[in-house]
Every structure is written in C-alpha cells, then in structure tokens.
C-alpha cells in the first residue's frame, strides 16, 4: 500500500497562492507517477495536474496556465504550486499515485486536503 503526508491546503484570498505538497511513503517502488485531483459535492473527482517519474506533465486545459506541478529533486514528493487562485478553485485536493502493473492500473489516493479561495 502507498500512504501519503499531504499539505498546503487552507483558506486563501481570490488572487492568492497556495502550494501543496505530497509525500508518498510505503510502497513507492514502481510507482509510474503522481498526480493531483480535485472535487467539490456533488461533482466527479476531476484531474488538476500529474507527473510521471520520467517528467511527463499533464494539466487541466483550463488550469495549466495558473497551476504548475514539479517534482523534489531527492524524493518522490510532489508539489503544486498554485497562482491566481479564484472562488471555483475551492475543493478538497486529493493526491493520486498510479501503477501499472501487467497492464492494468491501479491508483492510491491520499486523505485530501480543504483548498478554500474567498471571494
């Protein structure tokens, strides 16, 4: 099993930033990469951003110009950095890491953490 230290989130000002921050601890061998994703009640969990462990990015098309995912240099820790945070970026952030394994893929999610952005 992965199990994750997740941090960062809060209560912030429209305009603002935030940086939140996953760790994955456990079973982090072949661990193909990291992601993070975001939901609000009643909505389908929906991807922000992920990071292969080769440096592959993926972004939200209407993200990707606020939002920026990285990887630490000496761990498996991920982190978003997010920017001109608006009202509709409230939601519990959830960290994702993903395996494949023969084929099939298997995902493991962190607690979520409350990003809340006032108006």
């Known amino acids: 099993q992965v199990q994750f230290v997740e941090s960062g989130g809060g209560l912030v000002q429209a305009g603002g930033s935030l940086t939140l921050s996953c760790a994955p601890t456990g079973s982090t061998s072949r661990i193909n990469g990291i992601g993070w994703y975001r939901q609000t009640p009643g909505r389908q969990r929906e991807l922000v951003a992920s990071?292969?462990?080769?440096?592959?990015?993926n972004y939200a098309d209407s993200l990707r110009d606020r939002f920026t995912i990285s990887r630490g240099d000496a761990n498996n820790t991920v982190y978003l950095q997010m920017n001109s945070l608006k009202p509709e970026d409230t939601a519990v952030y959830y960290c994702?890491?993903?395996?494949?394994?023969?084929?099939?893929?298997?995902?493991?999610w962190g607690q979520g953490t409350q990003v809340t952005v006032s108006s």
């Open positions: 990071i292969s462990v080769g440096g592959r990015t």
């Open positions: 994702d890491a993903y395996k494949w394994l023969g084929g099939i893929r298997y995902d493991y």
